[in-house]
């Protein structure tokens, strides 16, 4: 009997296990999923990867839901560089929340194996917002599947409701590509970071300025690699570096299912606009910022079908993971690099200063 009890107990107990392994697998991430799923994923994703996995609350949306964010890397009390990705600034790019709990999935997945993300992980913090305007999000899945502002009421004399998170950044705010009409979808709001969406972005990622390297905010559609900035008068100082690693990245998306990727500036390849988070983060000094647009060209837009969930990912995981790892190696093998040149500097000095003394 007492075996038999036993042997019960540890049955169940591997029922257990079995339910938990289970329930983080279950996860879809080929399907589009809902505010409430995304979020039961984040909270099973930080139970099941204690050690490199933590949720951080950081704002709050103007329906007053909590905006949070996955921080994953390896803990560590000494001061990290850090990497930025946000999706679904905009409720109805749906492709971009997927693509953003694809990242994750993978990155958790490679540094079980692979000792290059095992050592990113260790050198830096990825920072990963799978769903930014929470409310425009839910309002795209319950009302208007088309809706892409958030969802704060317009000035005093408008009906309208909603502010472009994309034009409200602190960015040359208000200058080019934008409305003032509060009913536009380019809706500026009325002064720059007056929503609570982009405060949180501006807040936590301005407070550690420095540790960032890339700055990564995942639209849809258009196929495009958009750089800094999308007002035509100002170049990035490292616009030349910023196009070769974009059209590596573009490279590394084309090897996996054959699809064309365009690199460039906002006015060069889209449209010119103002008060983006990627100009501001780029203005703030973050070197490495991209507007990834994900598929497709306009055949379903924003009705991307979930049988190209899978395939979109993919491509655009291989384009960011491009990026970053330039970003990362540029700061780590550099700086390595650095000490052994100066090392060598001071040998030659020697070798120099005992010629000179014969
Ligand atoms: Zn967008």
Redesign the pocket.
């Known amino acids: 009997m007492c075996n038999g009890a036993g042997l019960h107990f540890v049955v169940l107990l591997s029922l257990i296990g079995i339910a938990t392994a289970e329930s983080s697998i279950n996860h879809d991430y080929f399907k589009y999923n809902p505010m409430t799923e995304v979020s039961n994923w984040m909270a099973q994703i930080a139970k099941t990867h204690p050690d490199v996995v933590t949720i951080v609350e950081y704002g709050k949306t103007y329906e007053k839901r909590t905006i949070s964010l996955l921080k994953i890397g390896v803990k560590s009390e000494a001061k990290k560089k850090a990497i930025w990705m946000d999706c679904g ?2 409720a109805r ?1 749906w492709i ?1 929340p997927a693509f953003c709990q694809y990242f994750v999935k993978e990155i958790l997945q490679a540094y079980k194996t692979d000792p290059k993300m095992q050592q990113m992980m260790t050198n830096m913090d990825f920072y990963v917002t799978p769903v930014l305007n929470i409310d425009g999000y839910i309002h795209s899945w319950t009302t208007d599947r088309l809706w ?1 502002k958030n969802m704060s009421p317009g000035p005093y004399n408008c009906s309208c409701n909603g502010t472009d998170l ?1 034009r409200n950044f602190d960015a040359n705010w208000g200058t080019i590509g934008v409305s003032t009409d509060c009913c536009s979808n380019i809706y500026c709001g009325t002064q720059p970071v007056s929503e609570p969406e982009a405060q949180a972005v501006t807040y936590f990622v301005g407070s550690r300025i420095e540790d960032f390297l890339c700055f990564l905010t995942i ?2 559609y258009g196929q495009l690699l958009l750089l800094p900035y999308g007002h035509p008068n100002f170049t990035a100082s490292n616009y030349d570096e910023l196009m070769e690693v974009g059209n590596g990245a573009a490279e590394a998306i084309r090897k996996v299912h054959g699809m064309s990727y365009t690199v460039g500036t906002s006015p060069d390849v889209l449209y010119p606009n103002s008060g983006s988070s990627r100009d501001w983060a780029r203005l703030k000094g973050i070197p490495f910022a991209y ?1 990834f ?1 994900l598929r497709d060209n306009g055949t379903f837009g924003f009705k991307l079908p979930e049988n190209q969930i899978q395939p979109t990912c993919e491509e655009a995981y291989s384009g960011a993971l491009h990026i970053i790892t330039y970003a990362h190696d540029k700061t780590f093998n550099s700086a390595v690099a650095t000490v052994a040149a100066a090392l060598w500097t001071v040998l030659s000095a020697a070798a120099v200063t005992g010629n000179n003394l014969m």
């Open positions: 600034i905009h790019e971009a892409r994309n639209h849809s507007t647009e």
